[in-house]
């Protein structure tokens, strides 16, 4: 099974007066996911399951990436700030060994997820990048790191 985190893209700066929860993407995050979303598109990754965290950052980077791919974005309370390895074994449970899943949410939570699906070891994960994480085993689920893309590669390779 392949798994694939994208965290969501440039989004607002926090500002104490407004909710954590409502901060959108920025004219930058947005252009940028679309960018690594046509990508995605080009390499072939066909998510059959495609997971959003509730906050709004998330859920328009799942929009973006959702019309790119021609996906459909199912929003999860489970992806928001405090998603772990557990709620990736809930999401995948009964899913087929060659079937492709897309989860869209934060930092430092998909770090920490990769990097004990791969048995340990740094991951950096920056705004608008994916890993994909190839699981060979799903109960619990234990893989390997294939690809992590930044951002600012597919920067350069656009210009």
């Given at each position: 099974?392949?798994l694939y ?15 954590d929860s409502?901060r959108a993407?920025?004219?930058e995050g947005?252009?940028?996911?679309k ?16 997971y959003?965290s509730?906050l709004l950052r998330?859920?328009q ?5 959702a019309?790119?791919l021609?996906?459909?974005?199912t929003v999860r ?8 390895v557990e709620a990736?074994a809930?999401?995948?449970?009964g899913?087929r ?6 989860f869209i949410?934060?930092?430092p939570d998909?770090?920490?997820i990769i ?7 740094d991951?950096?994960m ?7 994480v190839?699981?060979?085993?799903q109960?619990?689920p234990r893989?390997a790191?294939v690809?992590?893309l930044a ?9």
């Amino acid at each position: 099974m392949r798994l694939y985190f994208f965290r969501h893209g440039i989004a607002e700066d926090f500002v104490e007066e407004a909710s954590d929860s409502a901060r959108a993407l920025t004219r930058e995050g947005s252009a940028r996911t679309k960018a690594m979303a046509r990508v995605l598109l080009t390499i072939g990754v066909k998510p059959r399951r495609l997971y959003s965290s509730p906050l709004l950052r998330a859920r328009q980077t799942a929009d973006i990436v959702a019309q790119v791919l021609g996906a459909k974005v199912t929003v999860r309370k489970a992806v928001a700030p405090g998603f772990n390895v557990e709620a990736v074994a809930t999401l995948i449970t009964g899913l087929r060994n060659t079937d492709e899943v897309m989860f869209i949410g934060h930092e430092p939570d998909f770090s920490t997820i990769i990097s004990q699906l791969i048995g340990g070891g740094d991951v950096i994960m920056k705004k608008g990048g994916v890993a994909r994480v190839d699981i060979g085993i799903q109960h619990p689920p234990r893989g390997a790191l294939v690809w992590l893309l930044a951002p600012k590669l597919i920067d350069r390779l656009e210009h």
